[in-house]
């Protein structure tokens, strides 16, 4: 191979560049190749639904990146990135003109559910103290490389100050239970279970209810922050620092395949046929069905490795919408406070349903929404007194039916990315009478657009394989991984296909590079030795 860098990372996603950059760091020679034309991933932005408005292709708000290890050691203010907040974090308007809001500030979140059914606000209070003294650790031992020994010793060790037993049956609580547990309102069981939405767990489902706490409390402690001027400056920022280390990174250089000689990967070669050697390490920014499935040759892979995935499951699909407002959202009743996320469901009953829909394979009829109002978060987004909004939805992988008026069939053409565009529209104009009038722009990305602009998001699937606790943990990729190694030496898994999973932290790819700097250093030390 004619040309060699001590590592070689398959993709330039937040993952990707996050194990790039911290190679980058421990002085390792580093080529990023990435299919697209430009990097991010999932985290990019565009003026490509109108010139005037910044929107956000995938991939919006940034909790877990304002509480990752994995970036926020990169120190990406110096290279650029600017964090903007909405004056509320999250919002969730009620049919009957109220409003859940999560502020930043507790004490005013508090007050805000107690205006609405007296004591919540205490209630909330002590949730976000119990957060207070373990929160730090149960986020590092989910971020951490499996088994997170430090940040799991650490949880056990401060367990008894929050309640012992009883605090890891509220975390096991499935969300659709656990604010009617703590709770007397519908607005605190709103906020946990549309947090929980943001994952495929069913609400019914043990996971969902740590889901909605980890969510509701990144909000309340670090709020859901975004990149001024669009997502993609998050991207760029990461690929701008990885630059001034020395980092190479090549966009519309697809890799074709994982070049692996007895056992080992020795680099890769691009789509074109140039090949490129790695001296230490290949991680793959990649989905497993993509690694597993092409890129590595199904005979450089045990038969375990090759068996399992046949039961590996992404999650559902998803449609994206954008809209280009001449206005700020017309809302019936105005929040007290303007949220930057605000999610649509009449009830967490409705939302329940709409999520059971999808995951019994049918287009739901009434589409829990995540959505967001960018310009109300960033300014820059749009010209002063519109709004650049976005709102998306799961939809099967596959659907055997649509539980609404049956205009949708699942096929996921042109015609009906626009038939849904038009019932999730239609959710928004009853809380917003007039919404639809304002709209000058909307692009519909159905899961086959998504997939076509990321190849790691397969049939429309956000989060590199299902959230659910049977692909979770040690369960991920498949059963005796969960970590970055793969069954091929010198080759690691850096994406949301590996623990921890999805969402935007870089977790996933600084656990490859602290797994591929651990083997590096280990086999010199055996060299060493006599």
Request: net charge neutral.
């Amino acid at each position: 191979m004619s040309v060699e860098y001590d590592a070689v990372v398959i993709g330039a996603g937040p993952n990707g560049l996050s194990a790039a950059n911290h190679l980058a760091d421990a002085g390792w020679s580093v080529l990023v190749l990435e299919a697209q034309a430009e990097v991010g991933g999932a985290v990019r932005s565009a003026r490509d639904v109108h010139p005037h408005f910044v929107h956000d292709t995938f991939s919006s708000f940034y909790p877990l990146a304002a509480a990752s290890p994995a970036l926020l050691d990169l120190d990406l203010e110096r290279y650029g990135v600017t964090w903007r907040h909405a004056p509320a974090v999250l919002g969730h308007p009620m049919p009957d003109g109220r409003w859940a809001l999560l502020h930043r500030d507790r004490e005013v979140t508090a007050g805000l559910l107690d205006d609405l059914h007296p004591g919540d606000g205490e209630s909330w209070r002590e949730l976000c103290s119990e957060w207070d003294r373990i929160g730090d650790q149960v986020l590092g031992a989910f971020l951490s490389p499996f088994p997170p020994v430090r940040a799991g010793l650490g949880a056990l060790a401060r367990l008894p100050r929050v309640g012992g037993l009883e605090f890891v049956k509220t975390l096991l609580t499935p969300a659709a239970d656990l604010g009617r547990s703590r709770f007397g309102g519908e607005a605190p069981r709103l906020l946990l279970a549309g947090n929980a939405g943001h994952a495929d767990i069913p609400l019914d489902a043990p996971g969902s209810g740590l889901m909605g706490i980890l969510m509701s409390m990144l909000g309340q402690t670090v709020g859901f922050p975004v990149p001024e001027g669009g997502a993609g400056e998050l991207s760029r920022a990461l690929a701008r620092r990885l630059g001034a280390r020395g980092g190479d990174i090549r966009c519309a250089a697809e890799v074709a395949e994982v070049v692996v000689r007895g056992g080992r990967a020795v680099g890769v070669r691009t789509r074109d046929g140039e090949p490129v050697a790695a001296r230490h390490a290949v991680v793959a920014d990649v989905a497993a069905p993509h690694l597993y499935g092409g890129l590595v040759s199904a005979g450089d892979l045990p038969d375990r490795t090759l068996r399992a995935m046949r039961s590996f499951r992404m999650g559902p699909g998803t449609v994206k919408v954008d809209w280009a407002l001449d206005g700020p959202i017309p809302w019936a009743s105005e929040p007290a406070y303007a949220p930057g996320t605000f999610h649509v469901a009449d009830s967490v009953e409705q939302m329940s349903t709409a999520l059971s829909q999808v995951a019994a394979r049918y287009i739901p009829a009434e589409p829990f929404l995540l959505a967001g109002q960018m310009t109300t978060t960033d300014p820059t987004r749009s010209p002063a007194g519109t709004e650049s909004v976005w709102a998306y939805t799961h939809v099967p992988q596959e659907a055997v039916g649509d539980a609404g008026d049956g205009e949708v069939r699942g096929v996921w053409d042109e015609a009906d990315c626009q038939r849904f565009a038009d019932r999730v529209q239609a959710r928004i104009e009853r809380l917003a009478p007039g919404f639809g009038a304002r709209v000058r722009a909307r692009r519909v990305l159905g899961p086959r657009e998504l997939e076509a602009r990321d190849a790691n998001l397969i049939g429309g699937a956000l989060d590199g394989g299902t959230a659910q606790l049977h692909q979770q943990l040690v369960f991920r990729p498949v059963p005796g991984l969960g970590r970055a190694e793969t069954p091929v030496r010198n080759l690691y898994l850096g994406s949301a296909s590996a623990h921890p999973g999805g969402g935007v932290h870089g977790a996933a790819g600084r656990n490859a590079a602290r797994a591929a700097l651990g083997h590096a250093r280990l086999r010199r030390l055996t060299l060493r030795s006599p």
